[in-house]
């Protein structure tokens, strides 16, 4: 019916950058708000970044101004722009989606995650 598909994770030296990619394939669907979520082993997962309707956005305090949530809607894709990684930005990183499906109503939807890997 609805999938969620993340992509741009891979491996990057400290300090380098990438952008995350999670496009929502459907028919006759529509994005309400889009989070991600990071998660590494042995820790409790993060919000890293939330983007809403009106554009609005939060992001987690470990951000620091690094990163940036944007949407496009008439493709209904969200993106994460990563500038500045770290050691500690390495772990699988989960798209999040609050969707409108015609004639089903709105749902919360989940990505099966990207890796990201900081490291020399």
């Known amino acids: 019916q609805l999938q969620l598909v993340e992509s741009g994770g891979g491996l990057v030296q400290p300090g380098g950058s990438l952008r995350l990619s999670c496009a929502a394939s459907?028919?006759?669907?529509?994005?309400?708000?889009m989070a991600w979520y990071r998660q590494t082993p042995g820790k409790q997962r993060e919000l890293v970044a939330t983007?809403?309707?009106?554009?609005?956005?939060t992001y987690g305090d470990f951000v620091k101004g690094r990163f940036t949530i944007s949407r496009d809607d008439k493709k209904n894709t969200g993106y994460l722009q990563m500038n500045s990684l770290e050691p500690d930005d390495t772990a699988t990183y989960f798209c999040n989606a609050e969707i409108w499906v015609a004639s089903l109503g709105t749902g919360d939807y989940w990505g099966q995650g990207t890796q990201v890997t900081v490291s020399p």
């Open positions: 983007i809403d309707l009106g554009g609005a956005t």
């Open positions: 459907g028919w006759a669907i529509a994005i309400s708000t």
